[in-house]
C-alpha cells in the first residue's frame, strides 16, 4: 500500500522568512513524488516533480529515500504563496500507477 | 490549451437521489481520472482510466458509484443512490499517460461540489 502524510494541517509564516512543508510517504517500490497546489479559488495544478530536480516559483524539494521525505522547501516566502499544498506519490496498484495525495497543508503567508 | 471541463459546478440532492458528472478531458489525454475529496482531507482516487478502458477502481464503493468513458474522451460519473457522506467535491483530471502508464502531469478541472441533505 502507498501512503503519503502531511503532518501540519495549517503553516503561517511570515512574509520573507522560511518555508518548510513536511512531507512523508511510505511505499515499498520506487516511488515518484510530486508537489501539487490549490491558489484560491483555482485548480489544483502540479508545482514540481522530484525527477526534474528543478525550482518552480523558488521552491524546490529533494527525495530523501532513507527518510521516506519529500519536504517543500522556500528560502523566502511571499504573499502570493499563500495556498493549499499537496504532496502526491506515484506507485504501482492494481497494475496502473496511482496518484495518492496527502491530506494537504494550508500555508498562509503573514504580510 | 483548453483545459478540463467539468459540469455542473455545484449540485444539491436528497439522499437516496441519483446524480451524475460529466467530464471532458484535454484534447489527446489517454489517462482519466476520477477523485472524490471530502472537506478537510486530500483527493482520492476513484477510478483511472486509459483510453475507453478502466485500469484502477480498487477504490470506488461499486455498489452505488459508476462510471464509463464514452470513445475514451468524455467520461461520466453517476452515484445512485446517494449518501449524506457523498458529500464532497468530485474532481476530473487527465493525463497523457503515455509510456507504460507511468504518471504524467495530471490537469485538473474545477470539479463538481456536491451536497447532498
Known amino acids: 500500500a502507498q501512503r503519503v502524510t502531511q503532518p501540519e494541517k495549517l503553516l503561517s509564516v511570515f512574509k520573507g522568512a522560511p518555508v518548510e512543508l513536511k512531507c512523508n510517504y511510505s511505499?515499498?517500490?520506487?516511488?515518484?513524488l510530486f508537489w501539487y497546489v490549490q491558489y484560491s479559488r483555482q485548480r489544483l495544478q502540479l508545482l514540481l516533480r522530484?525527477?526534474s530536480r528543478e525550482s518552480i516559483k523558488g521552491f524546490t524539494a529533494d527525495l530523501n529515500k532513507g527518510e521516506t521525505s519529500f519536504h517543500l522547501k522556500k528560502p523566502f516566502a511571499q504573499e502570493e504563496d499563500s495556498a493549499m499544498y499537496y504532496c502526491a506519490l506515484s506507485g504501482s496498484g492494481a497494475g496502473s500507477y496511482q496518484l495518492t495525495f496527502g491530506k494537504g497543508t494550508k500555508l498562509s503567508v503573514i504580510p | 490549451e483548453a483545459g478540463v471541463a467539468q459540469s455542473p459546478r455545484y449540485k444539491i440532492i436528497e439522499k437516496r437521489q441519483s446524480v451524475a458528472f460529466w467530464c471532458n478531458p484535454i484534447?489527446?489525454?489517454?489517462?482519466l481520472y476520477w477523485y472524490q475529496q471530502i472537506l478537510g482531507q486530500g483527493p482520492k482516487l476513484l477510478i483511472q482510466?486509459?483510453?475507453?478502458?478502466?485500469?484502477?477502481d480498487s477504490q470506488l464503493p461499486k455498489d452505488r458509484f459508476s462510471a464509463e468513458r464514452l470513445k475514451g474522451v468524455d467520461s461520466t460519473l453517476k452515484i445512485q443512490p446517494a449518501k449524506l457522506e457523498d458529500s464532497a467535491v468530485y474532481l476530473c483530471a487527465s493525463s497523457l499517460g503515455t509510456g507504460g502508464f507511468r504518471h504524467t502531469e495530471a490537469f485538473f478541472g474545477q470539479g463538481t461540489r456536491l451536497t447532498v441533505v
Open positions: 511505499y515499498s517500490g520506487s516511488p515518484e
Open positions: 484534447s489527446g489525454h489517454a489517462t
Open positions: 522530484h525527477i
Open positions: 482510466f486509459q483510453n475507453n478502458g478502466v485500469v484502477d
